[in-house]
């Protein structure tokens, strides 16, 4: 079975300061990672996503995720947060080859300080 | 509309009540969810259907009935419900191929408190 791991369960950064948002996950197999985040009153919306390639990926908003298969990590990271990144962030992982089943993390709340 | 549309937003019920949550999606995706979001927990999966067949129950309880009349919309059913289960009650949908799931979409989720 699959699992994720999110160890921070707030992320407190002033504005214009970079952040990085912890991720780990457990699989017996290859996995595809995801990060995604919710904004208040809001329903979940993809950041971004790793499924093969290259392991650091791109995504919106100017984040970006590494992926570490040995440490099996997936941290997100962006050099210079904003006042409107303040939102829950959600990693999620799903086996390769079929992943319908998406297992999500408890979720980080990142709040940007002015 | 575009997107994931769900309705209503906020819900409030007594434990004999019976109501229905209603996800409609507009982007000719072939499979829908219905998740499960309480404070302080992982999202939890409670049912999946693709193309209008439920091929995922994730040990919900029988006072949650899912009802997929066709691939656009998706009903969860409640009836007697506790407590325990006031929540964030998400839809989503996702193209689904050849056994791979494409990219969730989300709606805005209900907002359920069971009185």
């Known amino acids: 079975a699959q699992s994720v791991t999110q160890l921070d369960s707030q992320v407190p950064v002033f504005e214009e300061a970079p952040v990085e948002l912890r991720c780990n996950y457990s699989?017996?197999?290859?996995?595809?990672l995801f990060w995604y985040v919710q904004y208040p009153n809001q329903g979940l919306q993809l950041l971004l996503k790793?499924?093969?390639?290259?392991?650091l990926v791109k995504g919106i908003n100017g984040f970006e995720a590494e992926f570490n298969k040995s440490q099996t990590s997936f941290h997100l990271r962006k050099p210079s947060v904003h006042i409107s990144d303040t939102a829950e962030y959600f990693c999620?992982?799903?086996?390769?080859?079929?992943?319908?089943?998406?297992?999500f993390g408890i979720g980080t709340k990142l709040q940007v300080i002015p | 509309e575009t997107g994931v549309t769900q309705t209503p937003r906020h819900l409030v019920m007594g434990m004999t009540n019976k109501k229905s949550l209603k996800c409609e999606q507009h982007l000719g995706h072939n499979a829908m969810y219905w998740y499960k979001q309480s404070a302080k927990k992982p999202l939890e999966l409670m049912f999946v259907?693709?193309?209008?067949?439920?091929?995922e129950n994730n040990s919900v309880p029988s006072r949650f009935s899912p009802e997929c009349p066709n691939s656009s919309h998706l009903f969860l059913h409640l009836h007697t419900l506790q407590p325990e289960d006031s929540a964030l009650y998400l839809c989503a949908s996702s193209h689904f191929d050849r056994g791979i799931t494409g990219e969730l979409f989300f709606g805005e989720g209900s907002r359920l408190t069971v009185l």
């Open positions: 259907y693709n193309f209008k067949e439920q091929t």
């Open positions: 699989s017996s197999v290859s996995v595809y």
């Open positions: 790793y499924l093969s390639g290259s392991t």
């Open positions: 999620a992982v799903s086996e390769s080859g079929g992943y319908q089943k998406v297992t």
